[in-house]
């Protein structure tokens, strides 16, 4: 009996409504001719908005990271991470086995499906035994063109028991049926397909050949199988120092040579995005903050920013209501994100918060900004507000946060 692989975790399964799969479409429609992929300035996400962040991950920091079986048997490590910047997907994890084998170094390619993280521990593990992984498909750094070929990875995926998120050209297909159908399903195109440590470094331009900068990083959520961002180093290009910034995946493409990256943004649009010191990196697990990146650069994101809140049933009929401000009134322009992200910034630094008040909702339009959300007490209420008038101005706050536990004089 095949191994089956190991969901990566409860929260994953929780919180992923998952875009239609193979197992899930008619039979046969996973190998069709997909739809067109979209011109680049039409940068909506394409996929239903159901999944969430789980474990924002610095791509520098996956790679390398320990790989285990269930036995607490060491298999080999990450050698490199499989990067469709299209589709903002991990496509492959790339492990070096070593001696666990018996036969020296081998490299292979698995699904990230196949893998689940402790990463309090900084380890991968894998439910796969020896006579597996000898069996495995078998990957060659060398022959990375060829070995990143949708049919190669289809099988590396089959052999995992995976279903790739793409799909493939059934060559002679003319089966009018089937192929409306996966056009229906819209199954997604496997986009060119990079290693992670070679995407890291690449230079940046705009459309109009400017340079902006290099790619410092990537972050990944592997429970996702997702690229959430591409980090940035433009500060020395922008006069500022060593500032980096986030940009969604979605609003990328390679250059024809695929030796650099096209940002569709003049060097002014740049300056105005949100910023931070590669020494203070913002919480990129709060997926307002995250959402608001993506809508500066009009990329539709692919996360849901709907929170479960304790006792929230009030909260959620007043966000109903026509009249009342929800996340996604947030303000597009940079002074409106700038404040947002400045508040948020500086509740996630302020310690002694409840997990509540660190997580209420920020809204900023046009200079005014609306707190929204439970929080566990008066004071939380009364120190949020404060955060918020010190940086927008008493008079652009309206504090609309609730305190979940009234005061009853005991402790």
Request: aromatic fraction near 6%; hydrophobic fraction near 35%; include cysteine.
């Amino acid at each position: 009996m095949k191994n089956k692989i190991i969901v990566l975790s409860a929260v994953a399964v929780a919180c992923m409504a998952w875009p239609a799969r193979a197992a899930d479409q008619k039979k046969g429609a996973e190998d069709l001719i997909n739809p067109p992929s979209q011109p680049f300035s039409e940068r909506g996400g394409g996929t239903n908005r159901f999944e969430c962040l789980i474990h924002p991950e610095k791509a520098s920091g996956l790679i390398g990271m320990q790989v285990q079986n269930l036995q607490n048997e060491k298999l080999g490590k990450v050698d490199d991470l499989a990067i469709d910047l299209q589709s903002g997907r991990i496509v492959e994890v790339i492990l070096s086995m070593g001696g666990f084998l018996g036969v020296g170094d081998t490299t292979i390619a698995v699904p990230p499906e196949a893998l689940r993280g402790d990463f309090s521990s900084k380890v991968l593990q894998m439910d796969a035994n020896k006579e597996k992984l000898k069996a495995a498909p078998k990957f060659e750094m060398s022959k990375w063109a060829e070995y990143s070929q949708p049919g190669r990875i289809t099988e590396v995926y089959r052999y995992y028991d995976a279903e790739p998120y793409f799909g493939t050209v059934q060559d002679g297909t003319r089966n009018p049926d089937l192929i409306v159908h996966a056009r229906e399903a819209k199954v997604q195109q496997l986009g060119y397909v990079e290693r992670a440590t070679k995407i890291m470094g690449m230079p940046v331009k705009n459309l109009q050949d400017e340079k902006l900068g290099k790619v410092d990083n990537l972050v990944v959520d592997l429970p996702a199988t997702r690229v959430v961002a591409v980090v940035l180093s433009s500060g020395g290009f922008l006069g500022m120092g060593d500032e980096l910034s986030i940009v969604p995946p979605g609003a990328l493409r390679f250059t024809p040579e695929h030796n650099g990256v096209i940002l569709d943004a003049n060097k002014d649009a740049l300056t105005r995005a949100p910023h931070f010191k590669s020494s203070q990196w913002p919480e990129l697990s709060e997926p307002i903050y995250v959402e608001q990146v993506y809508r500066v650069y009009s990329v539709e994101p692919y996360f849901s920013t709907n929170r479960t809140e304790v006792d929230n049933t009030a909260l959620n009929a007043r966000d109903r209501h026509s009249e009342t401000l929800t996340p996604f009134d947030q303000g597009n322009n940079s002074a409106d994100i700038q404040t947002t992200s400045s508040i948020r910034k500086e509740i996630l630094a302020r310690k002694g918060l409840s997990a509540s008040a660190r997580n209420v909702k920020i809204i900023t339009a046009n200079g005014r900004v609306t707190l929204r959300g439970p929080v566990n007490t008066d004071e939380e209420k009364r120190l949020l507000g404060e955060i918020a008038s010190r940086i927008a101005g008493s008079d652009h706050v309206n504090n609309q946060l609730e305190t979940k536990f009234a005061p009853t004089g005991r402790n």
